[in-house]
């Protein structure tokens, strides 16, 4: 029941969001075709009859509240989305082995650990890691990978063997099956939960010094207690 009722939060939140936005985009156009309107008015008026200054400056005014309280209602909806199926619950993963589905992982102690699942085997794939600014910074190319987990693990180490400093970078899969078809896949990350925070109304859960989203129960997708020999650092690279 625990997870319908977040599901059915995350939903209603979802729904307002969506509300709000409409709303904004009404506004905006309110606002510009008055704007237009008010120029039009005054470059037409009568210079012996001018307008009256205090009527247009009070509907500006009006214009500007119901902003405001849009604004209000943004941070309302984070508000209920930190407290509904958000931050509450994640906390309950902290100290379990969790599988999040992510492209990006820290690299932490000269290692990056990802898994990635291909729907079906393919007979070449390549596996590119990427900085924070998109550059390629290491490339491999596997052949015969099966279909199902497979575990990458990066060294650390840039095309010409220079060990890249410590921070995020971003898993970038693309295989082919035998016949040259394109194999469908996702990535993830796992370890244990280490830490849950909330970064701009969103929760974020630490996972071996990276981050990903908790969003209610979708980006994670296993949840179990470690066990002591459990480690991340056993994990090896299918090219190996």
């Known amino acids: 029941m625990a997870v319908d009722a977040t599901t059915a939060a995350a939903a209603s939140t979802a729904a307002d969001t969506s509300k709000t936005a409409a709303a904004k985009a009404r506004l905006a156009d309110n606002f510009d075709t008055f704007l237009s309107l008010l120029t039009t008015q005054l470059k037409n008026q009568d210079p012996l009859s001018p307008m009256d200054a205090n009527q247009f400056t009070q509907q500006i005014v009006q214009m500007t509240g119901v902003e405001q309280q849009l604004l209000t209602n943004d941070l309302l909806q984070k508000l209920v989305s930190s407290s509904a199926g958000g931050l509450d619950t994640a906390l309950g993963l902290i100290g379990k082995q969790v599988r999040a589905a992510t492209t990006d992982a820290n690299l932490v102690n000269g290692k990056a650990n990802w898994v990635f699942k291909l729907d079906s085997a393919a007979a070449d794939v390549k596996v590119e890691v990427l900085d924070s600014t998109g550059k390629v910074v290491s490339a491999k190319a596997l052949t015969d990978v099966k279909a199902g987990d497979n575990p990458f693990t990066w060294d650390g180490k840039n095309a010409l063997g220079q060990t890249m400093p410590g921070g995020a970078y971003t898993l970038r899969v693309s295989a082919k099956s035998?016949?040259?078809?394109?194999?469908?896949?996702?990535?993830?990350?796992e370890g244990v939960v280490s830490g849950v925070e909330q970064v701009d109304g969103q929760t974020m859960l630490t996972i071996n010094g990276s981050k990903a989203l908790w969003s209610t129960v979708s980006s994670v997708t296993n949840v179990t207690t470690p066990s002591s020999t459990t480690s991340t650092d056993n994990k090896t690279d299918p090219a190996a």
Do not use: D, R
């Open 178 to 189: 035998s016949t040259g078809a394109s194999v469908a896949g996702s990535i993830f990350i």
